[in-house]
């Protein structure tokens, strides 16, 4: 992918912000809703015009944004009638028309909307420019991949020192015979266990629920009666769940038979088919889908030298995902 020199100067800086949201969830500064920032209220009916500034964290219903680096953030709640457009690109060009899951980390935005008796600005209407949304889609393709390898690494950590706390409590009789050389190791212990995690429940992720994967014929984005058998039985299994804070990743795939820049187009079309799908049939509201993004011929899950394996890789994969906050209040109750 070539990026140029603007939208490379884009996602620096647009990368510089989100550092310094996560550093403020990792170190425990002044928090609402695990933001790890100081929020700025809205008051109850008060009218907000073109306000500015970038998306620091996204959820099913609502965002955060901020004006400036560092600074204060809004909860920015969004509703089924929300209008999400981007701006005029001139006289005779006229605003495109977005769904609310198109609104990314990284993506600087302006709002228009009331306050509520919660602090939070209500959006009317939200306005962006269709370059800063593409420097937010690839700002999001180069960060993700690494959040999930850091998550990761803070949950072999977490693990580690659970590990630990349980070869101590095995071991209390030992270390009675030595009390405070024992309660000294036990406090450090727990100072290294909470910290690691504090910084695994302070990211802004998902836990994942379960993944379904739907394929395609080739140079093909029309769902087959198969593809539409494999949806409709996850749709069936989701009737039974809690979906309470659910949200779904579609991703969409290709093979490499055809050029990459048109796999790329291709993967997407068949993501946004699979999302047109659901909604039609199931009435899912938009705002429970994260933003549909094609992947093209990246992450194969089959070789693609065979006909078997470029029939694997001709796929859409629906990612139920539940917040992590809500993830954890449910384990709790049971």
């Known amino acids: ?9 884009r996602l620096t800086a647009l990368a510089f912000v989100l550092v310094l949201s996560c550093a403020g969830q990792v170190f425990g500064q002044e928090s609402q809703e695990g933001s790890g920032a100081t929020m700025r209220a809205v008051s109850s009916g008060e009218r907000v015009k073109k306000f500015r500034g970038i998306v620091v964290k996204r959820d099913a219903d609502w965002f955060t944004m901020s004006e400036t680096t560092g600074g204060p953030q ?39 909307g009331v306050g509520n008796d919660q602090g939070q600005l209500v959006a009317d ?32 950590q977490q693990a580690a020192q659970e590990r630990l706390a349980g070869q101590l409590s095995e071991t209390q009789a030992v270390v009675e015979a030595n009390r405070q050389e024992a309660a000294e190791a036990a406090a450090k212990a727990q100072q ?5 995690n504090n910084r695994i429940n302070g990211l802004d992720d998902f836990d994942p629920i379960k993944t379904i994967t739907v394929n395609f014929r080739t140079g093909s984005s029309t769902l087959s009666p198969q593809a539409k058998a494999e949806i409709d039985k996850a749709a069936e299994w989701v009737k039974t769940q809690n979906t309470k804070g659910w949200v779904m990743a579609v991703v969409g795939y290709a093979d490499t038979t055809g050029r990459t820049a048109r796999n790329r187009d291709l993967s997407e ?4 088919a699979v ?14 889908f994260v933003q549909p993004f094609g992947y093209g011929e990246l992450a194969p899950v089959a070789e693609n030298k065979t006909r078997a394996g470029r029939a ?3 796929r859409v994969e629906i990612r139920l995902m539940v917040n992590k906050g809500i993830s954890g209040q449910v384990s709790q109750q049971k």
């Not at 605003?95 to 198109?102: A, L, M, P, R, V």
């Not at 420019?129 to 390898?149: K, N, W």
């Not at 079309?269 to 946004?272: G, L």
């Open 1 to 9: 992918m070539r990026i140029n020199k603007q939208i490379l100067s």
């Open 74 to 112: 809004t909860v920015v709640l969004m509703t089924p009638s929300t209008e999400v457009k981007s701006h005029k690109r001139g006289l005779f060009k006229g605003s495109k028309e977005y769904g609310s899951s198109y609104i990314l980390r990284g993506l600087r935005l302006e709002v228009d």
């Open 125 to 156: 209407k939200i306005r962006f420019d269709e370059q800063d949304l593409r420097t937010a889609q690839a700002l999001r393709s180069t960060v993700d991949p690494v959040e999930a390898e850091m998550r990761e690494k803070l949950r072999e």
């Open 192 to 196: 290294t266990a909470d910290y690691a």
């Open 269 to 272: 079309r068949r993501a946004n």
């Open 275 to 288: 999302i047109y799908y659901i909604v039609t049939k199931y009435r899912t509201p938009m705002h429970r």
């Open 312 to 314: 694997k890789n001709r």
